[in-house]
């Protein structure tokens, strides 16, 4: 199958809440990019640079829709 | 009580003069990895649990010699597919000769008349439906391993699919199939003796005997499946709830919807939440009084799907859900296979930690599913408070009734182990955490696995309890197919089967 | 040092039979227990997931078939490193059944999920070249790399090309030495597929590019690295670093992926930041023909797949460039197969696999050839000169569709080239065609 253009990407996380402006216990907010609190990572390096994050937000978004294009030609939204 | 030996410079020989050297191999690496599967693995007596040799066959044939050549020597033998499943049915307990049949792969027949494709069973589902689309056609056989896992290794564990409320499970799809049997006798066992007949009333319906049997009785080495048109639409859905009990409500009317297309409902816990919620950004910013969810998806023609999606959007409202957005029940519906194992999603006293993942599997009936999840929580937390080594990831409750979204129910309690720090004091409790959720199950009234197995230590004890008269015929039974003791010993407790005469 | 005990018998099951020698055999404890050490936690990483979803996409395993080659293979074995069960001296040849393609690393739900979260994810690659080069440090390498990388020491390049003439490719061009936009030209492209960076050059220079050559191109060294030769690579890098501050450079210009990957993954980790910008030759060209400098007016009249290089699309995520390249060739009937099917194939060219494991390499090409022909194509169009070259070995050997690059087939679009022998020869090979 072709490659599809799905227009912008989607996978960056969303603006929080209001009604929850704390983040959930070993999470920051990393300029729109949620990540591990590194004060949780004592035992376990991190050692991905910005090039290798930006690489796998995409490509993961890029392979969930070649997930759905595996399983089914179309997915419905939720209203007709 | 039978006697295995020790493999021996004469079987070595013999595998190589059957497979050639290029397909015997008795390199450590190549053995240490072939000692486990994801299940919970003792790591730190890795070298006692590697099989001697292990050999990759590429015909019925030379499995034919493999297994003959192991009675006469007397030495086990453990057929290994994907090893991706979750129970210990692919690890030797015994050392003895592993046979993978992962080299046994190709395509025999696409048959678009009657619908079946005919394989050598050692293909991944996914290569196996890439090359069917095409077609137009499909084997909808969908578990969380799907991108990688086997066709005869799904029939060695009778597997279950996430898709089984509308495609049924692995022992639905699977039409008949060429075994070798633990004597080397090769039968093709069916629905009667038509290779593509699906329901027959001929003779005994043997075929369920070699659906879960764990390797336990018999190598597969040809199989025909059943196949169903591409879907030409899905429609999934996640509705949040604020509390468990409202999600556990709000999934009867989903499950007893009756649609055609609705190929299951998953129930999330408010521990399974919490779970995602450490770092699944689709959760991260949900807020607080988001405590379960109750995900739907369905396939099928694109009038039947939008019909569904109608009904199932206007339960999700009438249940008091909210609709989670498109984004996130699209994603996270496409996410469903890679989202299980992750490593670093451990969390030891606050710290993230690799941990494997253990996931305890039980049926268990509707009524009876807040008093397991109780139980089981109140279990897992008290193991983890004394042990640095477990973490409790949450709990599933996924549709299990084939083609029916009622009944029972596929109750799965995510237990991570940091595998890297255990030892035999941690095992033992591991072993004991594991007998306490099994005995759960049984006082529900429930089976102790859904679809995973049962052979391991911790929960294999009880499976006399559980099957009562048919563990005493699944004794004769091995007795009768397996006079050796060959094939995968010691799962089951079946070696009770030659402890004294019996049948 | 505990192992696990050999079986009886195992005398009888021999190494590889494709290993041509085997180099000394010496304690190789020390080497052993370092490898372990450094990466013991990574394989960890992997050890505890065993889910497996590497296993699928590695070209590798889809023509052996054998768990050893794959990702958890390879993490497995460093695992049982440093419990002690296993010694580098019995691992060494596992470590050959690699092209580091990178699908591995890329498909790993611990990257492609979580990776970006944790700013951990798996590396299979960098852990391939550590367990070679530990090979090579321990003396314990095999026969078949030691002689090629020897060669490419003595000629300065892989292909055994009289270094005097690395640029003899270049002969009627008229190309300047130095400048700030350097083309890198790559050994194979300099030796035997030259129609590449003739095509590359006229192409530039048509856009109004300027650039110029080094003045004494040798290997990027890349290769060597893969194979485990740190030593060798070291002293390649450091020459052609020196060579580009001599000629002025401010720019590179690479139209392989071996050479690109090289300049920007390696020479970073080994200089810093070196100050030279790195652009890929699909990029330079995306971005001229979208500006108007580049017109691809003279149509070809053929059907084409394209197959995605590894360099390119798994390790550097370049897979949208090259494709625009070719929709801006007129009459040419494009039938792609996206970039994440691509994840799953490979030439089979990269990684010193060719060298090492000629019958695996050529099977892993038989594979790639073999998923484009229900396509029904009548050429299969590349963008990596190696890959492109291993594959038409291949494919020479039953009479398959023609490989091609796509600098190649834009320069013929743009009139640089004469397309008519080309397009005759496509057509010769539908006739005879099984």
């Given at each position: 199958?072709?490659?599809?253009?799905?227009?912008?990407?989607?996978?960056?996380?969303?603006?929080?809440?209001?009604?929850?402006?704390?983040?959930?216990?070993g999470?920051?907010?990393?300029?729109?990019?949620?990540?591990?609190?590194?004060?949780?990572?004592?035992?376990?390096?991190?050692?991905?640079?910005?090039f290798?994050?930006?690489?796998?937000?995409?490509?993961?978004?890029?392979?969930?829709?070649?997930?759905?294009?595996?399983?089914?030609?179309?997915?419905?939204?939720?209203?007709g | 009580?039978?006697?295995?030996?020790?493999?021996?410079?004469e079987?070595?020989?013999?595998?190589?003069?059957?497979?050639?050297?290029?397909?015997?191999?008795?390199?450590?690496?190549?053995?240490?990895?072939?000692?486990?599967?994801?299940?919970?693995?003792?790591?730190?007596?890795?070298?006692?649990?590697?099989?001697?040799v292990?050999?990759?066959?590429?015909?019925?044939?030379?499995?034919?010699?493999?297994?003959?050549l192991?009675?006469r020597?007397?030495?086990?033998?453990?057929?290994?597919?994907?090893?991706?499943g979750?129970?210990?049915?692919?690890?030797?307990?015994?050392?003895?000769?592993?046979?993978?049949?992962?080299?046994?792969?190709?395509?025999?027949?696409?048959?678009?008349?009657?619908?079946?494709?005919?394989?050598?069973?050692?293909?991944?589902?996914?290569k196996?439906?890439?090359?069917?689309?095409?077609?137009?056609?499909w084997?909808?056989?969908?578990?969380?391993?799907?991108?990688?896992?086997?066709?005869?290794?799904?029939?060695?564990?009778?597997?279950?699919?996430?898709?089984?409320?509308?495609?049924?499970h692995?022992?639905?799809?699977?039409?008949?199939?060429?075994?070798?049997?633990?004597?080397?006798?090769?039968?093709?066992?069916?629905?009667?003796?038509?290779?593509?007949?699906?329901?027959?009333?001929?003779?005994?319906?043997?075929?369920?005997?070699?659906?879960?049997?764990?390797?336990?009785?018999?190598?597969?080495?040809?199989?025909?499946?059943?196949?169903?048109?591409?879907?030409?639409?899905?429609?999934?859905?996640?509705?949040?709830?604020?509390?468990?009990?409202?999600?556990?409500r709000?999934?009867?009317?989903?499950?007893?919807?009756?649609?055609?297309?609705?190929?299951?409902?998953?129930?999330?816990?408010?521990r399974?939440?919490?779970?995602?919620?450490?770092?699944?950004?689709?959760?991260?910013?949900?807020?607080?009084?988001?405590?379960?969810?109750?995900?739907?998806?369905?396939?099928?023609?694109?009038?039947?799907?939008?019909?569904?999606?109608?009904?199932?959007?206007?339960?999700?409202?009438e249940?008091?859900?909210?609709?989670?957005?498109?984004?996130?029940?699209?994603?996270?519906?496409?996410?469903?296979?890679?989202?299980?194992?992750?490593?670093?999603?451990?969390?030891?006293?606050?710290?993230a930690?690799?941990?494997?993942?253990?996931?305890?599997?039980?049926?268990?009936?509707?009524?009876?599913?807040?008093?397991?999840?109780?139980?089981?929580?109140?279990?897992?937390?008290?193991y983890?408070?004394?042990?640095e080594?477990?973490?409790?990831?949450?709990?599933?409750?996924?549709?299990?009734?084939?083609y029916?979204?009622?009944?029972d129910?596929?109750?799965?309690?995510?237990?991570?182990?940091?595998?890297?720090?255990?030892?035999?004091?941690?095992?033992?409790?591991?072993?004991?955490?594991?007998?306490?959720?099994?005995?759960?199950?049984?006082?529900?009234?429930?089976?102790?696995?859904?679809?995973?197995?049962?052979?391991?230590?911790?929960?294999?004890?009880?499976?006399?309890?559980?099957?009562?008269?048919?563990?005493?015929?699944?004794?004769?039974?091995?007795?009768?197919?397996?006079?050796?003791?060959?094939?995968?010993?010691?799962?089951?407790?079946?070696?009770?089967?030659?402890?004294?005469?019996?049948? | 040092?505990?192992?696990?005990?050999d079986?009886?018998?195992?005398?009888?099951?021999?190494g590889?039979?494709?290993?041509?020698?085997?180099?000394?055999?010496?304690?190789?404890?020390?080497?052993?227990?370092?490898?372990?050490?450094?990466?013991?936690d990574?394989?960890?990483?992997?050890m505890?997931?065993?889910?497996?979803?590497?296993?699928?996409?590695?070209?590798?395993?889809?023509?052996?078939?054998?768990?050893q080659?794959?990702?958890?293979?390879?993490?497995?074995?460093?695992?049982?490193?440093?419990?002690?069960?296993?010694?580098?001296?019995?691992?060494?040849?596992?470590y050959?059944?690699c092209?580091?393609?990178?699908?591995?690393?890329?498909?790993?739900?611990?990257?492609?999920f979580?990776?970006?979260?944790?700013?951990?994810?798996?590396?299979?690659?960098?852990?391939?070249?550590?367990?070679?080069?530990?090979?090579?440090?321990a003396?314990?390498e095999?026969?078949?790399?030691?002689?090629?990388?020897?060669?490419?020491?003595?000629?300065?390049?892989?292909?055994?090309?009289?270094?005097?003439?690395?640029?003899?490719w270049?002969?009627?061009?008229?190309?300047?030495?130095?400048?700030?936009?350097?083309?890198?030209?790559?050994?194979?492209?300099?030796?035997?597929q030259?129609k590449?960076?003739?095509?590359?050059?006229?192409?530039?220079?048509?856009?109004?590019?300027?650039?110029?050559?080094?003045?004494?191109?040798?290997?990027?060294?890349?290769?060597?690295?893969?194979?485990?030769?740190?030593?060798?690579?070291?002293e390649?890098?450091?020459?052609n670093?020196?060579?580009w501050?001599?000629?002025?450079?401010?720019r590179?210009?690479?139209?392989?992926?071996?050479d690109?990957?090289?300049?920007?993954?390696?020479?970073?980790?080994?200089?810093?930041?070196?100050?030279?910008?790195?652009?890929?030759?699909?990029?330079?060209?995306s971005?001229?023909?979208?500006?108007?400098?580049?017109?691809?007016?003279?149509?070809?009249?053929?059907?084409?797949?394209?197959?995605?290089?590894?360099?390119l699309?798994?390790?550097?995520?370049?897979?949208?460039?090259?494709?625009?390249?070719?929709?801006?060739?007129?009459?040419?009937?494009?039938?792609?197969?996206?970039?994440?099917?691509?994840?799953?194939?490979c030439?089979?060219?990269?990684?010193?696999?060719?060298?090492?494991?000629?019958?695996?390499?050529a099977?892993?090409?038989?594979?790639?050839?073999?998923?484009?022909e229900?396509?029904?194509?009548?050429?299969l169009?590349?963008?990596?000169?190696?890959?492109?070259?291993?594959?038409?070995?291949?494919?020479?050997?039953?009479?398959?569709?023609?490989?091609?690059?796509?600098?190649?087939l834009?320069?013929?679009s743009?009139?640089?080239?004469?397309?008519?022998?080309?397009?005759?020869?496509?057509r010769?090979?539908?006739?005879?065609?099984?």
């Amino acid at each position: 199958m072709p490659d599809q253009d799905h227009g912008e990407p989607r996978g960056s996380a969303p603006p929080a809440s209001e009604q929850d402006e704390q983040l959930p216990p070993g999470v920051i907010d990393n300029g729109g990019h949620y990540e591990v609190d590194p004060a949780i990572m004592t035992i376990y390096p991190q050692f991905a640079t910005d090039f290798e994050v930006d690489r796998i937000v995409k490509d993961r978004l890029e392979y969930l829709y070649w997930v759905q294009r595996h399983f089914a030609d179309r997915v419905l939204p939720p209203h007709g | 009580m039978t006697v295995t030996s020790p493999v021996t410079r004469e079987a070595v020989a013999e595998l190589v003069d059957v497979c050639g050297t290029g397909r015997v191999v008795v390199a450590p690496q190549g053995r240490l990895i072939r000692a486990m599967v994801p299940a919970p693995f003792p790591f730190h007596r890795w070298a006692d649990e590697a099989p001697e040799v292990v050999v990759l066959p590429e015909t019925t044939q030379e499995v034919v010699a493999i297994v003959k050549l192991a009675n006469r020597l007397r030495i086990p033998i453990v057929p290994r597919a994907g090893a991706t499943g979750l129970n210990d049915g692919a690890k030797p307990n015994r050392g003895g000769i592993v046979v993978d049949t992962k080299r046994m792969n190709k395509v025999l027949e696409i048959d678009t008349t009657d619908w079946t494709v005919t394989i050598q069973p050692s293909i991944n589902m996914l290569k196996l439906n890439e090359l069917l689309a095409p077609h137009g056609v499909w084997y909808p056989d969908d578990p969380a391993s799907y991108p990688v896992s086997i066709v005869s290794g799904r029939i060695g564990t009778g597997g279950w699919s996430l898709l089984g409320s509308r495609y049924g499970h692995v022992r639905d799809n699977v039409i008949s199939m060429e075994l070798v049997l633990p004597t080397g006798e090769v039968i093709e066992v069916g629905q009667g003796g038509g290779r593509k007949i699906r329901h027959s009333s001929t003779g005994y319906r043997l075929k369920d005997l070699f659906l879960g049997h764990q390797g336990t009785l018999g190598i597969v080495t040809e199989a025909t499946l059943e196949l169903y048109p591409r879907p030409e639409a899905e429609f999934p859905a996640f509705f949040g709830y604020e509390s468990f009990d409202a999600g556990y409500r709000a999934m009867q009317p989903f499950c007893r919807s009756n649609l055609a297309t609705l190929a299951g409902v998953i129930l999330f816990d408010e521990r399974k939440v919490q779970y995602l919620r450490r770092d699944d950004e689709a959760y991260i910013p949900e807020p607080e009084s988001l405590q379960s969810i109750v995900a739907v998806a369905a396939y099928g023609s694109e009038g039947e799907v939008a019909a569904a999606r109608d009904r199932l959007m206007r339960i999700g409202t009438e249940t008091g859900g909210r609709y989670l957005g498109e984004e996130l029940s699209e994603l996270d519906w496409a996410s469903r296979h890679d989202r299980y194992a992750t490593p670093l999603h451990g969390r030891s006293r606050d710290r993230a930690v690799h941990m494997s993942w253990h996931c305890e599997d039980a049926a268990i009936t509707y009524s009876q599913l807040p008093l397991v999840k109780r139980r089981w929580h109140e279990i897992a937390d008290r193991y983890i408070a004394e042990h640095e080594v477990f973490d409790n990831w949450g709990m599933f409750f996924y549709t299990n009734n084939p083609y029916k979204g009622w009944g029972d129910f596929l109750v799965e309690i995510d237990i991570g182990i940091w595998e890297q720090r255990l030892d035999e004091h941690s095992w033992r409790a591991w072993t004991q955490l594991k007998r306490e959720i099994t005995q759960v199950s049984l006082d529900a009234g429930g089976s102790i696995s859904a679809c995973h197995g049962a052979t391991r230590e911790g929960e294999v004890e009880l499976v006399p309890a559980e099957l009562g008269g048919q563990f005493d015929l699944m004794l004769k039974l091995k007795r009768m197919l397996d006079p050796n003791n060959i094939m995968n010993p010691g799962k089951y407790l079946l070696d009770q089967a030659y402890h004294e005469e019996v049948g | 040092m505990t192992r696990i005990p050999d079986v009886e018998g195992s005398d009888l099951v021999p190494g590889d039979p494709d290993v041509l020698s085997i180099g000394d055999r010496v304690a190789a404890e020390a080497a052993t227990r370092k490898l372990a050490e450094g990466y013991e936690d990574r394989a960890w990483g992997c050890m505890s997931s065993r889910h497996k979803f590497c296993r699928e996409p590695c070209p590798v395993y889809q023509v052996t078939r054998n768990e050893q080659h794959t990702s958890y293979g390879f993490h497995a074995t460093v695992a049982a490193m440093s419990q002690g069960l296993v010694d580098l001296e019995d691992a060494y040849e596992q470590y050959a059944y690699c092209t580091q393609c990178g699908a591995c690393e890329l498909r790993c739900p611990n990257t492609l999920f979580t990776g970006d979260f944790y700013r951990n994810r798996t590396q299979l690659v960098q852990l391939v070249k550590a367990v070679r080069a530990a090979g090579v440090e321990a003396g314990i390498e095999r026969g078949f790399w030691k002689q090629w990388n020897a060669d490419t020491v003595a000629y300065r390049n892989e292909l055994q090309g009289d270094p005097a003439q690395v640029a003899g490719w270049a002969d009627d061009l008229d190309l300047p030495r130095g400048g700030e936009t350097i083309l890198f030209c790559d050994c194979m492209a300099a030796y035997r597929q030259t129609k590449v960076p003739r095509a590359v050059s006229m192409l530039l220079r048509e856009a109004g590019v300027e650039v110029g050559l080094m003045n004494d191109q040798w290997c990027c060294g890349g290769p060597a690295l893969e194979m485990g030769y740190v030593d060798i690579y070291e002293e390649f890098a450091r020459h052609n670093l020196e060579d580009w501050r001599q000629a002025g450079a401010k720019r590179v210009v690479t139209l392989d992926p071996h050479d690109y990957i090289t300049f920007v993954e390696e020479y970073p980790r080994l200089f810093g930041d070196y100050g030279i910008e790195v652009l890929h030759i699909t990029d330079l060209l995306s971005e001229l023909i979208e500006a108007g400098k580049l017109r691809l007016e003279r149509p070809l009249e053929v059907s084409v797949t394209y197959h995605d290089p590894c360099r390119l699309n798994k390790r550097r995520g370049i897979w949208e460039s090259p494709r625009k390249v070719l929709r801006a060739i007129p009459g040419l009937d494009f039938r792609d197969v996206d970039h994440v099917t691509q994840w799953a194939m490979c030439s089979g060219a990269g990684g010193g696999l060719p060298v090492a494991l000629p019958e695996v390499a050529a099977k892993v090409a038989r594979n790639r050839l073999d998923a484009a022909e229900p396509l029904g194509v009548d050429v299969l169009a590349s963008a990596c000169v190696w890959a492109e070259d291993h594959l038409e070995r291949v494919a020479s050997a039953d009479g398959a569709m023609p490989v091609v690059d796509i600098t190649v087939l834009a320069a013929m679009s743009a009139g640089l080239l004469d397309a008519d022998p080309w397009l005759a020869e496509v057509r010769r090979n539908q006739e005879t065609a099984p």
